[in-house]
């Protein structure tokens, strides 16, 4: 994804409702996944209330980093747990996960949006519903 497209994001954090801010370590992240046989783009947005752990990237959606301490036990070798969030959104245009572009506290609906420039797709979903990966428009079409 473009760096102008990165300038569109503005993606909110899902329990708080506050703008994710851009990681600061994003380069370091890039070279990391960069490393494998295939390059990918990890673009990852964080929470900016302190001591939140949500985080948002098109790849992965919402999700949270923490500790493994059930590795360090068995292994005695650090090691790094990602949860996604149970309530996913993908553009069904560009199979990316969407983010949560606003919230309505009138009639309690998330608005998410497309996290490309060019995708116009949005979704609206009831806040607090049950755990489920919402598929926009045009995910299932014959190829």
């Known amino acids: 994804m473009a760096d102008q497209e990165n300038d569109y994001l503005r993606p909110l954090c899902p329990t ?8 600061r370590d994003r380069d370091q992240k890039e070279r990391a996944v960069r ?3 295939e ?8 929470c900016s ?10 790849d992965l959606g919402y ?12 292994s005695g070798s650090a090691s790094l747990r990602i949860r996604r969030s ?13 983010f949560l ?3 309505d506290v009138n009639t309690n609906l998330e608005n998410f949006r497309c996290p490309r420039k060019s995708g116009q797709q949005v979704m609206k979903i009831l806040a607090g519903g049950a755990p489920a990966y ?9 190829r």
């Open 16 to 23: 708080h409702y506050k703008v994710m801010a851009l990681s």
């Open 35 to 37: 490393g494998g046989s």
């Open 39 to 46: 390059a990918s783009n990890i673009h990852q947005w964080q």
């Open 49 to 58: 209330v302190d001591g939140c752990a949500q985080n948002y990237s098109p």
């Open 63 to 74: 999700f949270t980093v923490a500790r493994n301490d059930d590795h360090w036990v068995g």
């Open 86 to 98: 149970a309530t996913q959104v993908i553009c069904g245009e560009h199979e990316d996960f969407m």
């Open 101 to 103: 572009e606003s919230f």
């Open 134 to 142: 919402w598929l926009g428009e045009g995910y299932f079409r014959t």
